[in-house]
Every structure is written in structure tokens, then in C-alpha cells.
């Protein structure tokens, strides 16, 4: 089956057919590094991440480029917070390491290259320039605006009519503007200090002397570049000038992607990218996460707490284009599948290196369902990403492992033994289709969860030490403490193990 993706430039499933049949080149809309990263960010990453290796593993070369916004009045209302550094490039750094840290806890591949705002300014002013003098543009008070009505496509990933189009920018551009729906390209002088008082946390007080962003010279004097115009100009330098998937936040389509559209393909007479994928929103009590609503659960926070398989269990639940809620609900029922997935992975890795396994018995049920969940997983993912459909096709693998250990039951012998060419099809496809949805069946854990284990280590000794000594009344309650917080001991003739509440 070819893969087929919903693309909103179009609003139809369409076939997708990158323009080299062996490379695909896709960017996706970072974040404005202003902020320590939730899980509204960890969602579109993960389902982006999943994007990539379901490219790999279809035989492409994935050219994947995720920019950094380090330029913005945002993190220039961070400066002098909380340590977070003096200038508007520390407290970028500063972010910037802690979003690289939240990726990697994440299984996150790496992109190709990760373009700065700051790296990309004379590719920006050469864009601007460009623009200019093909008459999209025009320069006002040493500020640079795109000409929205020079653009005969305006609107048409947004689906918007120019005259139903309101102003964009700030008010006081308004009397710079030949149409008010005309947007910044290069902003004269530095950022407004009212820009910093909005977007500084409550009780900070920046007192008369607000901080200062950074500025550059160009044509049109000392500035900064616009929003929209840097991710053009970062995608274009590192892909070309079309792209072949263009992702990014549902919010975003209007006016971010509008206006990427509308510049790029003023500059160069190309398409700008052929298929637009946008991420549906993450809603906490029915509204969007997001760092301005102060209604988030930071990466760390989530990693810390549950661990990176039962996070990406719970972030594929749902496709990308789909809105997911977050609750304790949706959480525990993410940690579930995770468990079922790993419990049927370990039993059967048990099995196969048990004298358990036969290389004669033969389990042709257990082989079908697995060619079957194969295939299931295949359709899924062909279908427009549906991480949802794959994650199931997943747990079907192991509840065909989990029928098959219980109708072989005990029996060793012979060919009434486990189908060992079986159950390592099911391990191996678990291994592999799991890793696409960036599961780790042998990976160490992360997050408190190795912590936790040592401290689980710790008390288990500390029981095995009184139950030497004959007190058994003592090792009893360190069991049944331990169980209290989810954590489930068994003791075996080789001594206790246990199972973390997270499943990692």
C-alpha cells in the first residue's frame, strides 16, 4: 500500500511522492525557545519523530531540519529570570540545551541540523532583499513589509479570502502599512519594551531599564527579522527551495504558514513544499497546552514521573491530526499497554532462550496473527501516520505471544514445546515495528525510573538482610510497603525481583 497523507494545502488524503524517489525532505516549525518544553511540544516531536522512521523504514533518505527560534521579544522577557542568563542569547542557550535534553529523553532521532534564527540572518536579509526588488515588499521607517495583495495566492492554505484577512502585527504598524493584512519582514530598532512587559511572567518586574534584544544592520538600518521570514529562509538554505513535507502546529496554518507560503514562493517562483501535515492541538481541560496559558506538564516533569516508553505509548495513542486530551485516565491507560506490550516481549525472550523452545513445534496460528498484525501495522501506517491503528496491531503481537505461552502451557517436550521460530518472529516484530513508534523493548530506562530501581534494589537487600537474620515480620512489611507504591516483588529461588509501577 502507498503512503498516503492528508494535506491541508489541498484538504484531500493524497498519494505522497517526494520529488526524489529516494529522498524526502522535511522540516519542521520548531519552538521559540522562550520556554522549558511541555508536552503540547513533546506531541507534535514524537509524531514527527514517528514520521521519520516510518519514512526510513519504507527505503527513503529522510533530510529531516527542525529549526530553533532564538530571536524573539519572548525570550527577551526572560532575561534576568530564575538565573536563566543576562542577555536574549544566554537565555536562548540556556533553552535551548534544555529542549535538546527533552528530545533526547524522548528517543527523539536526530534531525539533520538544527538552524538558528541568529546563525540565518544574512540569508534573511538576502530573502528581504530579494523580495524587494521583485516589488512583493516595501521598506517604511526602516522597517520591511510583504504586500499581501502583490500575492495572488494569499490564503489558500488557510482557505481565507484577502478582504476577510484582519490586520496582522502589532497596532502601532498600522500607519506603516499600505494593507493592513501586510506582514513584517525585517522590524526597525529593537523589541518594544510594552512587547517585553506582555510577555514577561506574572511579578516579574523589569523595573525602568527593560531588557534589550539583539539587533543587526542591514539595508534598511538596524533591526530584527519577522517571525515568518526566518523559517523560509532556515528551511531553504538547508533543503532547497521546495520542500516535500512541511509540518507543524494545527495553530499555525494562519498566519505562520500563510505567510511562509506566500514569501517563499514570491522569491523563488517554486512551490514551496508539496504536502503540508499539521499537528492537531493537545488540550488540557478544554483548552490547548501551551506555555501562554500556564496549563502545561513539562517533559522532564512527564519523563521524571512516567518514563519515555509509557509517554510515547500515550503520545501515538492518538494520530497526529487528531486532538488528544491529557488526564490521569488517558495516562493509566498508556501505562497498561506499555505493560502488555513488555510482559508478553519478556515472557516470550524467556522462553526462547529456555529449553522450552522446539525447533519442531509449530504454532501456525501464533505465525498468522503475526503476519497479520504486519500487515495491520503496514496498512496503519500507510494510511495518513495512524499511530492509533499501529499501536493496536502491536498489542495484538502480544496477545498472540500470551496464547500461545498459555496453550503450550508447561510441556517441554519435543515438538510440544514452544514454537521457537514463532515466538522469535513475534520478539523480532515487536523489536521492529515498536522501534517506529520509538518504543524501547531493550533500551535502559530513563527518567527516576533508574533511580527508582536502585532504591527498589536497595530495599529489596535491606529485606533479603532481615529475613537472614529471622526477621520475617520486618521483610514483610518492606514488602508490602513497596507493593503499596505499585511496585510488584516475587520471590524465586534466585532471590526477589520486582516490576516498576511506570513499566520501564
Not at 536574549?88 to 533553552?95: F, G, M, N, W
Not at 540572518?121 to 521583485?134: C, M
Not at 488540557?284 to 512516567?306: C, P, Q, Y
Request: a negative charge.
Amino acid at each position: 500500500m502507498t503512503l498516503h497523507v492528508t494535506n491541508t494545502l489541498t484538504g484531500e488524503k493524497e498519494p505522497f511522492e517526494p520529488q526524489d524517489p529516494e529522498n524526502v525532505l522535511l522540516y519542521y516549525c520548531g519552538l521559540t525557545v522562550s520556554d522549558p518544553p511541555h508536552l503540547g511540544h513533546a506531541r507534535s516531536w514524537v509524531h514527527v519523530d514517528v514520521m521519520h522512521r516510518w519514512l526510513e523504514h519504507l527505503g527513503y533518505d529522510v533530510r529531516h531540519v527542525e529549526n530553533f527560534t532564538d530571536v524573539n521579544e519572548k525570550i527577551v522577557a526572560r532575561i534576568g529570570e530564575d538565573d536563566l542568563g543576562e542577555s536574549e542569547s544566554e537565555v536562548a542557550e540556556t533553552y535551548i540545551q534544555r529542549t535538546i535534553d527533552d528530545m533526547r529523553s524522548l528517543n527523539l532521532l536526530r534531525a539533520e541540523v538544527y538552524p538558528r534564527v541568529s546563525e540565518h540572518v544574512p540569508e534573511i536579509v538576502d530573502l528581504v532583499e530579494t523580495l524587494i526588488e521583485k516589488d512583493y515588499a516595501y521598506e517604511s521607517n526602516g522597517s520591511v513589509y510583504f504586500d499581501v495583495t502583490s500575492f495572488e495566492e494569499y490564503g489558500k492554505l488557510s482557505n481565507q479570502e484577502l478582504d476577510e484577512i484582519e490586520s496582522q502585527g502589532d497596532p502601532d504598524e498600522r500607519t506603516e502599512k499600505r494593507h493592513p493584512a501586510d506582514f513584517a519582514l525585517w522590524k526597525a530598532d529593537g523589541v518594544d519594551p510594552d512587547a517585553i512587559d506582555e510577555h514577561s511572567h506574572e511579578g516579574v518586574d523589569h523595573g525602568d531599564t527593560p531588557p534589550e534584544g539583539l539587533t543587526w544592520d542591514s539595508p534598511w538600518g538596524e533591526g530584527r527579522p519577522g517571525w515568518h521570514i526566518e523559517c523560509s529562509a532556515m528551511s531553504m538554505t538547508h533543503l532547497g527551495e521546495t520542500l516535500d513535507i512541511h509540518v507543524g502546529g494545527r495553530d499555525l496554518v494562519f498566519p505562520h504558514h500563510e505567510n511562509e507560503i506566500a514569501q517563499s514562493e514570491a522569491a523563488t517562483d517554486q512551490q514551496f513544499a508539496n504536502y503540508w501535515l499539521h499537528c492537531e492541538l493537545f488540550q488540557m481541560d478544554d483548552e490547548k497546552m501551551s506555555s501562554s496559558l500556564g496549563n502545561f506538564v513539562t517533559v522532564d516533569e512527564a519523563i521524571d514521573r512516567w518514563g519515555t516508553n509509557v509517554m510515547r505509548t500515550f503520545l501515538t495513542a492518538g494520530s497526529y491530526n487528531s486532538k488528544q486530551l491529557y488526564a490521569d485516565e488517558t495516562i493509566t491507560e498508556a501505562e497498561e499497554r506499555w505493560d502488555q506490550l513488555e510482559r508478553a516481549y519478556e515472557a516470550a525472550v524467556d522462553v526462547l532462550d529456555s529449553p522450552q523452545a522446539s525447533a519442531k513445534a509449530t504454532d501456525e496460528s501464533l505465525r498468522n496473527e503475526i503476519d497479520s498484525a504486519r500487515e495491520a501495522f503496514a496498512t496503519a501506517m500507510n494510511d495518513d501516520f495512524n499511530t492509533r491503528e499501529a499501536q493496536s496491531a502491536l498489542l495484538s503481537v502480544a496477545t498472540a505471544i500470551n496464547r500461545h505461552l498459555e496453550a503450550i502451557g508447561g510441556d517441554t517436550d519435543g515438538e510440544g514445546g514452544s514454537d521457537y521460530r514463532g515466538l522469535r518472529r513475534a520478539v523480532e516484530t515487536l523489536e521492529e515495528l515498536g522501534g517506529v513508534l520509538g518504543l524501547s523493548f531493550t533500551g535502559e530506562t530513563t527518567g527516576s525510573a533508574t533511580l527508582a530501581g536502585d532504591v527498589v534494589e536497595l530495599v529489596l537487600d535491606v529485606r533479603e538482610a532481615e529475613r537472614d537474620v529471622g526477621n520475617y515480620e520486618r521483610a514483610d512489611e518492606l514488602r508490602d510497603e513497596l507493593e503499596a507504591l505499585g511496585i510488584e516483588v516475587q520471590d524465586t529461588d534466585e532471590g526477589a525481583t520486582y516490576r516498576l509501577p511506570s513499566g520501564e
